[in-house]
């Protein structure tokens, strides 16, 4: 069974950094789409990055192309994102997600991904 935990989270000024988590266990490290996904008080849950395990392909929202990266570490079970350049529209719950395999036509869509995280909160200022 998959289990997805995030943290990392927290509050930082505009500008600044942060790197987020997620401990993941039940996922196959060679077979796996592994994604970041966020929402925004009344706003619908978005994509911001994905990565095929297998390969190591990723893909960004064009919001978030060139200030974050996608990451994962198979020995860790852990998959990141680290984001830099911080804004107060990227203020949101992030959640972490996962899915065996996900067609490169259908990446960031929410409901592609079947196992989801509890999230963690960042606040940007």
């Known amino acids: 069974q998959v289990q997805l935990v995030e943290s990392g989270g927290g509050s930082v000024q505009a500008g600044g950094s942060l790197t987020l988590s997620c401990a993941a266990s039940?996922?196959?490290?060679?077979?796996?789409?592994m994604a970041w996904f966020r929402q925004a008080p009344g706003k619908e849950r978005e994509g911001v990055a994905d990565?095929?395990?297998?390969?190591?392909?990723?893909y960004y929202a064009d919001s978030v192309k060139g200030r974050f990266t996608i990451s994962h570490d198979s020995a860790k079970n852990a998959l990141y994102l680290q984001m830099n350049s911080l804004k107060p529209e990227d203020t949101a719950m992030y959640y972490c997600?996962?899915?065996?395999?996900?067609?490169?036509?259908?990446?960031?869509?929410?409901?592609?991904?079947?196992?989801w995280g509890q999230g963690t909160q960042v606040t940007v200022s």
């Open positions: 990565i095929y395990t297998a390969g190591g392909s990723t």
């Open positions: 997600a996962a899915e065996l395999f996900v067609d490169y036509r259908k990446r960031l869509r929410v409901n592609e991904y079947t196992y």
């Open positions: 039940g996922v196959t490290w060679s077979s796996y789409s």
